[in-house]
Structure formats: structure tokens, C-alpha cells
């Protein structure tokens, strides 16, 4: 595996493997590497000939200062952790890479940006969607892997795809979990041990709040019950619990729809997020009936 930080030296290499009609697969990521990220490299293996893992903390996404001066920064075993996947590439651009002098660009997209994180993180998805443009064009992607743990990022990268016409093929990875059910995630590192005991509680609100909804039950008693779970199981603060529509992410109050359960919640100083989809009978019906359709 190549170690690179210059965009110059990147695209010397892309250039051969594309006169030699190779394809290319590309994992962002921001380090600390976990099996969730992992999973995302074997999805890139099975889909192209050649695969490019970066590594960039954006600055750019990060609107509180204290959570990007404590991100995880792990290259050196990030690197080993690599080495037997059959990565092609670890490109760890320099900053100005990214963001020479003078950079002057961002990227916003509206909708499925609203709310959710969005609300919560100002400039967070404008941080995020202009970072993986830049990175999309300079690692040349044919397709690129994001993980559904982030599945309102997953969302809004798929509009700018699509409004942009890039060529990058998206492609969604399940959420990889540890065995207590907890979403594997870089900021889990941070929790210390008793917090970490306690954080897989978020995965059974889930759980339970997204039967009572399959079940017919009432959502906004259902949503709320879930805060006061965690709250009670010694969650500092909840920003949010919430059910969307699947794909435009709009506010729902029933799941006639396929449907998501949302949730961001603070614990220990760090703030975790999860979703879980809601496929309730009537929802299965309506998209049973869209596919019977005349076009
Ligand atoms: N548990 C997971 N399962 C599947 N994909 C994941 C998981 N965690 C992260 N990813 C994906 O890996 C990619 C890079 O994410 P990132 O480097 O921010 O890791 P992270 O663990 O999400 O860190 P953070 O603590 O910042 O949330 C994203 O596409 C993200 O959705
Ligand atoms: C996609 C990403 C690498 C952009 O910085 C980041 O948001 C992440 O790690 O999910
Ligand atoms: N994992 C998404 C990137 C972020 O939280 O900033």
C-alpha cells in the first residue's frame, strides 16, 4: 500500500490505472479506522479493480473547535490496519491540498440537509459535501462507499452526485455493530469504560421505539418515550429522536411510508448517532402498489 499526500503524485498514479482501463473504488474516511470502515474497503474490493482509502480530518465539517482538537488522529495504525486489506492507496492529502490559499467554494445542499444533524451542526453538511466533491474528483472515483451508520451524510452526498453529474457510483454499507448492538464509530473511543457500558442502550431505545411504530402505535408518544429512555438510563441530552421519510428525509408522523428512526444523544461528552429503518405492513403495501403501477 502507496502512502500518499500529494494530489500531483495521486492522479500520476490514477492515470496509469486508467489507460489501463482499471476502475476505481474509494472509502473516505476521517481515520481511526474500526470494522465499519473496514467493511466499506471489502464492498470497494468487490466492485473495482483498484482501491484508494483517504484520510482527511475537514476541519471544514467540525463546528464545534473542542471536537475537532479531540478527534482521533491514528495514521500510524490506521496504516497497519490496512496493510493486509490489498489497499492500494492510503492518500492522506496535506491541508492545502484541499483547501489551497484562496479557497473560496462551498458546496450547501438544501432538504435533506435540514434538521437532524444539520440542525444540530451549522455548516456541518456544507463542510461535508464540499470535502467529498474535492475528493471524489481527485481520487477519480467510479464508486464510492458510505456507510448507513451517517445516513443523512449518505443522503445528502447522493444529491450533490446527483446535482453535480459526477460520475461516482454511490453505494450504501450497512451499519457494522459490536455485539452489544452498539453502532461502531471513531468518537466511541472517547467514552471511557462506564459510558461505553452504558451507550449500547441507544440501539435498544431504537429498537423498542421502531416496534411500538411497526406495530401501529403512536409515534409521537413513541418518540418521546424513547428520549425519556435515554435520559433515564443516564444520557446527558438528546438532540434528536425522530421519524423521517427513507430517501427525502422529510418529517413524518406515521410510517405509511418507508420510514427511519433517527436519534443523536450526548453521553459522557460525546455525541452519538443511529438510525434504524420502521417497514411497517401498510408501508410494504404502498410500495408493493407503486410497483404494480401502469408507467
Ligand atoms: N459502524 C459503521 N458501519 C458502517 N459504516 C460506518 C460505520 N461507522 C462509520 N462508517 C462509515 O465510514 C465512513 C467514514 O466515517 P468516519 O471516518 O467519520 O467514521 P466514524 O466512525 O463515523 O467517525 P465519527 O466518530 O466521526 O462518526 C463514512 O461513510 C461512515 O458512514
Ligand atoms: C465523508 C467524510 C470522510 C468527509 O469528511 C466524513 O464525513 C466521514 O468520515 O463520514
Ligand atoms: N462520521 C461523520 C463525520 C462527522 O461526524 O463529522
Redesign the pocket.
Known sequence: MKIIRRKSDLQALTGNWRRAGETIGVV????AL?D??L??VKAAHSRADRVIVTIFVNPRQFNNPEDLAKYPKTEESDARILGPLDVDVLYVPEPEEIYPTGFSTTISVSGVSDGLCGGDRPGHFDGVATVVTKLLLQTDADCTF?????YQ?LQVVRRVVADLDLKTEIVA?P??REDDGL?????NLRLGSEARQMAPVIGRVLKSAANVIRQGGNVALALETARQALLVAGFDAVDYFELRSDSDLLTLTTADQPARLFVAAWLNGVRLIDNMPVATERSAQKVAAKLVEPV
Open positions: 473516505l474516511t476521517m481515520g474500526h465499519g470502515h467493511s466499506l458510505f456507510g448507513e451508520k451517517d451524510q454499507c451499519t457494522v453502532a461502531m464509530s471513531s468518537r
